[in-house]
């Protein structure tokens, strides 16, 4: 039983290579098929081709110190968390792509609930102290998008008088350019597609959200999972949310997966190993009342899957992606909590390992001069991060047999 070092690769367009993540130190690769679209079934010889190239140095002929240990994500149609009558065929789906990564012996499967949009920034060139670059999620912009720019009906109920003028004068202050790109970094699609999502387009999906709340939406998370965790159970593949990032509503639109009590009501509704948790501490962050540690020592049985990325928290819910280990997340005590329960794992004798990796790292060094395909996504702020808690992870351990 061990912490798997692992790094996230979106594929052979990524500007990070295969190699690069060997030489990073990193074993387990973390990979999605994003070109399938989402809703449909993954088929096996996809999966395989995937598989392969990852495993093995076609250039040398020999297979690579890689594993693809984790698949993320493999996204859930919008109809399942709407509750559509056509959800069926896209759990159906669901579970026929369970089936064959199984098959393919990849069995640990990330996810996320959260509707229409997926992560969500403002600003994705930050400029930190130090020069470097990192991702931000301003909260007065985000109120300027969407009463100014969206001109979403409800926002103006929504914000108070204060927030209302400072969004006004934020978004004064920008230029037509830099408008577009505040909208273009809001409404940019999921990982890995270079989609944007449309101004009408996204005021669409919001008015099919009216009148689905966050009761509604667990619901129908629940009904997910009660329909795909037993076909995951029985194909010994281990499912595991991600929280919402950022970890509260944005737009009117409900999130369901931001707190400890979200976790729980999700642990709870299927009991099951397959039923788990991606943990990751830059989504669950921003929310100050969110006690990390204390979620590794209450929760920790249910992760199959650990993001490790710290948040400086700022005023009024905005915050910015700090170094690895400095930041409004305690990192030491949440690594000290993961020790603690990769050791009880052992204890009770648990084979499988605990994959995590650094997720986000800044923009710096040589990076600064690329163009970033993925934003979060550049080597070396990850290298570092990656360095750095591998680091603390054996200092802590005091075994090397912490990392596998
Ligand atoms: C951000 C990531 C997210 C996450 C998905 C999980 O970089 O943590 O892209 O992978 O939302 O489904």
Redesign the pocket.
């Known amino acids: 039983m061990a912490l798997i070092q692992s790094w996230r690769w979106y594929g052979p367009h990524d500007i990070v290579s295969l190699d690069d993540i060997e030489q990073a130190g990193a074993t387990g690769v973390v990979s999605a098929l994003h070109h399938i679209p989402v809703g449909e079934a993954w088929p096996i010889e996809e999966i395989r081709k995937r598989q392969k190239l990852i495993e093995w140095n076609e250039a040398e002929g020999r297979p690579r110190n890689l594993k693809w240990a984790v698949v993320?994500?493999v996204?859930i149609h919008e109809s399942i968390r709407m509750g559509l009558p056509e959800r069926e065929a896209h759990i159906d789906n669901y579970c026929e792509t369970i089936r064959n990564l199984a098959a393919c012996h990849i069995d640990t499967i990330?996810?996320?609930f959260?509707p229409v949009l997926?992560?969500t920034r403002t600003d994705l060139a930050y400029r930190v102290k130090d020069g470097s670059k990192a991702l931000r999620y301003d909260a007065t912009a985000l109120a300027a998008f969407d009463l100014y720019m969206l001109k979403r009906p409800e926002a103006e109920a929504e914000y108070d008088t204060e927030t209302k003028a400072r969004a006004r004068a934020f978004l004064e202050g920008l230029t037509p350019k830099e408008q577009q790109s505040l909208q273009n970094n809001i409404l940019a699609g999921l990982?890995g597609t270079f989609d944007v999502i449309g101004i009408e387009d996204f005021r669409s999906f919001l008015k099919k959200y009216e009148g689905i709340d966050s009761n509604r939406l667990k619901d129908n998370l629940k009904y997910f999972l009660q329909k795909v965790v037993p076909v995951a159970e029985s194909a010994g593949i281990k499912l595991c949310i991600?929280p919402d990032?950022p970890p509260y509503p944005i737009f009117g639109l409900p999130r369901v997966v931001s707190t400890e009590a979200d976790l729980a009501f999700l642990v709870n509704a299927v009991d099951s190993p397959s039923n788990g948790i991606?943990f990751?501490t830059g989504?669950l962050g921003p929310r100050p009342e969110n006690d990390l540690p204390g979620i590794v020592r209450r929760l920790g049985h249910k992760f199959h899957f650990v993001?490790l990325r710290n948040v400086q928290r700022q005023e009024g819910g905005s915050f910015y992606e700090a170094d690895h280990l400095n930041g409004s997340v305690d990192m030491l005590q949440v690594v000290k909590a993961l020790v603690e329960e990769v050791r009880r794992r052992e204890k009770e004798g648990q084979a499988s390992s605990l994959p995590f990796r650094p997720?986000?790292g800044h923009q710096m060094l040589d990076d600064l001069n690329k163009h970033v395909p993925f934003p979060?996504y550049s080597a070396v702020g990850r290298l570092r991060g990656l360095a750095e808690l591998r680091g603390l992870m054996l200092g802590v351990a005091g075994d090397y047999s912490i990392l596998g």
């Open positions: 993320e994500s996204n990330c996810y996320n959260m997926d992560w990982p991600h990032d991606t990751c989504s993001h997720d986000h979060g």
